[in-house]
């Protein structure tokens, strides 16, 4: 197996390796305190760099929002690339995919529900680097196809496929109305930037996924 250096030039690998460090300084310091009350001083005191060396890597401190659901909808894919995926049926798909954001939520709360709250969509403003891809996930092809294609990934993207796929294997009712239902499953997205809000304690996210859902799914039977 090639190692890094025989793929990426330093400059690369050292990019690649003080994006991640900050990222993973930020996931250590929402143990301890919300999104919103760290600083970038802070930010950089733990990571050991530079105020200017940060904002060389990030434009500002919510672009790291965007880099952490860049890395976790990278993981995601790949998930959905495995054959155990590939065979379930569309609503099984789009369940699986809630259920990782229910699991992420759990994970990081903080960071997670300050970024809905935040993004209006899961955008592509922030690009993963092949050495970035190496690093993370040194398993696959970091090949600038590759790279590419899994930049372009988007949650958008991916319901609007599985409800196409959905209709297409007649799961799903052709008639349904693809770009509300489509807008109403992203909206349920963002939903988790409120629940803890409005959501009656007993009740958690998962729960109110699937009930939504299953209403959903009601209403596009064939």
């Not at 919103?36 to 005191?45: A, F, G, Q, S």
């Not at 699986?96 to 997670?112: C, D, T």
Request: aromatic share 14%.
């Amino acid at each position: 197996m090639r190692s890094l250096v025989d793929s990426f030039s330093l400059r690369e690998i050292n990019y690649a390796k003080t994006r991640l460090n900050i990222l993973q300084v930020v996931m250590e310091r929402i143990s301890v305190k919300d999104f919103n009350e760290i600083t970038v001083d802070e930010i950089c005191r733990f990571a050991e760099i530079s105020r200017g060396t940060f904002f060389n890597h990030f434009a500002t401190k919510s672009h790291i929002f965007k880099y952490y659901i860049k890395l976790w909808g990278v993981h995601l894919r790949l998930e959905m690339e495995e054959k155990s995926f590939i065979n379930k049926t569309a609503k099984e798909k789009i369940k699986f995919v809630y259920h990782k954001i229910v699991e992420e939520n759990e994970k990081y709360p903080s960071l997670f529900s300050s970024y809905l709250k935040e993004a209006i969509e899961f955008d592509n403003e922030i690009k993963l680097t092949g050495a970035e891809i190496a690093y993370q996930f040194p398993n696959i092809s970091h090949a600038p196809s590759r790279v590419e294609e899994l930049n372009e990934f988007s949650l958008g993207k991916v319901l609007e496929t599985l409800l196409k796929e959905g209709i297409e294997k007649k799961e799903f009712s052709k008639d349904i109305n693809l770009e509300y239902t489509l807008l109403l499953l992203i909206s349920m997205i963002f939903s988790t930037a409120i629940a803890d809000k409005y959501m009656p304690k007993h009740n958690d996210l998962h729960d109110y996924y699937e009930y939504s859902l299953n209403h959903i799914f009601e209403r596009m039977k064939v």
